[in-house]
């Protein structure tokens, strides 16, 4: 039988969920707008680069990823005995590769002309990339980033392989306590929804908010 004591001690695995989601977009986002960047102002070489970078991260799964790190790269890194940090790291890679198209599609729509009205008042390209295309691109990427939050936090989920104290190990912990096959996992995805729901919608709002504030509709 599922009770309330079950449920409280499944949320104990919401606070790794959160940290491992969180952690691994900031590291995509360090990652994303950088090869972003790269891919799209860089010279001939390093353009390749950032394609293989984003090629090879959408190429293979996040678990897989995770599981590489974990058990076959912990003796040559030492980070990653660490499963947490395996599965922060892996999430972080591939989310950096997804970012970086979320903001190169952001960077071209906000339009050559911006660039061209920027350097006609003086600005060098970089100034005028800095201080008038790359504020807006990040106003119109605000929607991409926050269904990018929500993949990060369901796919956290995968980090219960390794053997991390989230949201889905504490689920399936009641689930061999209590015999329920129902109950634990029906609520982890409750709490999941509950979770990834208002992040997502949020950034998407503000996106739409600043977007007419600014004209970028």
């Not at 995509?28 to 860089?42: D, W, Y």
């Not at 058990?71 to 999430?91: E, H, N, Q």
């Not at 790359?134 to 989920?157: C, M, T, W, Y």
């Amino acid at each position: 039988m599922f009770t309330l004591e079950n449920f409280l001690f499944l949320l104990q695995g919401v606070p790794n969920t959160l940290a491992i989601s969180f952690l691994s977009f900031a590291l995509g986002f360090a990652l994303g707008i950088p090869t972003a960047i790269v891919k799209q102002f860089s010279p001939y070489g390093l353009g390749h680069a950032a394609d293989a970078y984003i090629s090879v991260m959408r190429g293979i799964p996040v678990l897989v990823i995770m599981l590489l790190f974990h058990f076959g790269m912990a003796g040559i890194v030492p980070i990653f005995k660490s499963a947490f940090l395996s599965a922060t790291f892996a999430l972080g890679l591939r989310s950096g590769a997804f970012q970086s198209q979320i903001f190169r599609g952001a960077i071209n729509s906000v339009g050559r002309q911006q660039m061209m009205a920027a350097t006609s008042l003086g600005m060098n390209r970089w100034q005028a990339f800095r201080y008038v295309i790359l504020p807006q691109a990040f106003i119109v990427a605000l929607p991409g980033l926050g269904s990018e939050i929500a993949l990060l936090i369901k796919d956290s989920s995968y980090a219960f392989v390794l053997g991390v104290l989230e949201l889905t190990k504490y689920s399936d912990i009641v689930r061999k306590a209590t015999r329920s096959f129902l109950y634990p996992y029906l609520i982890a995805a409750i709490l999941y929804i509950l979770i990834t729901f208002p992040v997502a919608n949020y950034l998407d709002r503000l996106g739409s908010r600043l977007k007419t504030k600014y004209g970028l509709r």
